[in-house]
């Protein structure tokens, strides 16, 4: 928080977005988490982020916001829209935020998991610069374009969060870092040719998950996304990785209205899934969030790790005096 | 549509359920072709179906219209639905429609096609009968789960449309007819073990498509839409496959209403796809809907071809005077 408001940002936007990186780190999904926020400080200084934009609404009708970002923090732009919205839904039954100008959001699962604590249904889509390849091509021009969906169910909320690429381009950059390779199914190097060497996929391109299908499904988010933000789409994409270009890519937020006697056929439901006869006995049948919940809870107990390199990063840039 | 009328099955409802067939087989889908004919008929025959209803709407909300189907036949219902939230959407920006008591929808692309050459954009969800296993379990707990997604784009919509399985039912059915061994990574047995016989696969799971993450998109759709319609949940869906039972899945239509900028991006976007450098050189990369397009029009010259079984069947309930 202290190195987000040395940089000029107000303190509530600042407790915004430092709150949303922890969280990252809490259910262990680092590549969302605090190493982002080096990148976030220089995105402030460089002035591709302005610290102190909300975004700008505009109902382009009764359930749909049109959201300028004016280049806000990510999650204070995001914040603001589902607040918008999420009354409306309440009314209308369905309502949705179309975003753009806006930086990168973070884990998506975290908006799932808000909405999902108000009692509403919510489906996030974002798009990303290109760097998965179509299925049966051999360049990056698809975004990693993920998906998160929340559903109120007792006693936690449902929340699905992933990408539609078949693993993160932090998850490679780790790889790279360790020295160790990884699965010849993940990336192509920057010839389109199938690698083992995190180095060289770094330049080419990741895989969809779920191979024709995934990229399938990954493509029309993009292209839904794009056809209600009118943002920009494929290799035109820039500003959620580097440190100077204005990000443009789409957010989409839709919050729908639940049917409240559905809640408890849901809970009992899963509680059948994670019963389902395991294919390995030590290996319990999981319901997405299962596992990020109980990361949460022992992490809170027990602190999070980081690297010594980026807390002292973090900390330089706390003593900073703003500019 | 003649053994439908014959039935009792008034014209217009009659043309619009042969139609989606008929669409169906010129896609080269036959698993929700004409083989499904019989089905609806004996579905008719048996009450489960009322040929006459067209389902009943009321808006819980200015965007939200809810639809009991009244167990009328999918496409009819469907279309109804659609026919109201369309103009709806037109005003408010986006509008849902929750169905539930509704037969099957048949091709859900058919409906991404149609409100996509309407200038609207168009996510389609339906539930199943539970056929699919958690990643990681033994039992068919998940429904197969199926998503369309059609967006106005020139000169051809984009349409997706794809189950969460790993391969359909009927694919499955197929390779039993014919005796032919499945791939090992299809489906389980009812003992929960990997096969690769179709006909010990019938009486098992398949699996979801993509492993962990299509698992987790799949069950993430079937909350979603049972949240949305009140409708039943895993095994305790039915109505789908079977000649008698009342239909108790559950329907969602989101309507969307694009801005109108993006059009030409999107366009331009799909053509730098289908120009991407191949992985096989013969094999040019696709967008979805590309090879369904082509099976059209080639099936539309050439005409369609059914097994002369269901021919004959089909022409001697066309035959029937109603009861």
């Known amino acids: 928080m202290q190195a987000l408001q040395a ?51 505009q109902w382009r009708g009764g ?18 829209a589902l607040d918008a919205i999420q009354p409306r839904a309440r009314e209308t039954g369905v309502a949705l935020a179309a975003i753009r100008r806006n930086n990168h959001l973070g884990m998506l699962g ?24 179509p299925w049966g091509g051999r360049q990056a021009l698809v975004g990693t374009n993920p998906i998160a969906i929340g559903v109120p169910v007792a006693p936690h909320p449902f929340v699905l969060d992933m990408a539609t690429s078949r693993v993160s381009m932090g998850e490679i950059h780790d790889r790279a ?52 933000t009118g943002a920009a789409i494929g290799r035109a994409v820039k500003g959620t990785l580097d440190a100077t270009e204005p990000c443009n890519k789409g957010d989409l937020f839709l919050v729908m209205q639940p049917d409240s006697s559905a809640a408890a056929s849901l809970s009992a439901y899963l509680d ?23 990361r949460r809870e022992r992490r809170l107990a027990q602190g999070i790790e980081l690297p010594a390199t980026l807390w002292r990063e973090i900390q330089a840039q706390a003593d900073h005096t703003p500019s």
């Open 110 to 133: 975290w908006y799932a998991e808000r909405v999902a604590r108000a009692g509403q249904v919510l489906l996030a889509l974002s798009t990303s610069e290109a760097l998965v390849h």
């Open 63 to 80: 359930s749909y916001l049109e959201v300028d970002g004016q280049n806000g923090l990510g999650p204070v732009v995001a914040n603001a």
């Open 177 to 228: 870092q360790r020295g160790q390779a990884i699965p010849g199914d993940w990336a192509l190097d920057a010839a389109g040719d199938s690698t083992t060497d995190p180095v060289a996929a770094r330049e080419g391109a990741i895989a969809p998950f779920g191979g024709a299908k995934g990229y399938a499904l990954g493509l029309a988010f993009e292209l839904l996304v794009t056809a209600l």
């Open 7 to 57: 940089c000029g940002v107000p303190a509530d936007a600042a407790r915004t977005q430092a709150e949303l990186l922890v969280e990252a780190e809490l259910c262990e999904r680092p590549s969302h988490g605090l190493m982002r926020l080096p990148r976030v400080l220089q995105r402030v200084r460089s002035g591709a982020c302005d610290p102190a934009a909300r975004g700008a609404g």
């Open 272 to 294: 059948e899934i994670r019963s389902c006869p395991p294919a390995h006995p030590d290996r319990p049948v999981l319901v997405p969030g299962d596992r990020a919940r109980e």
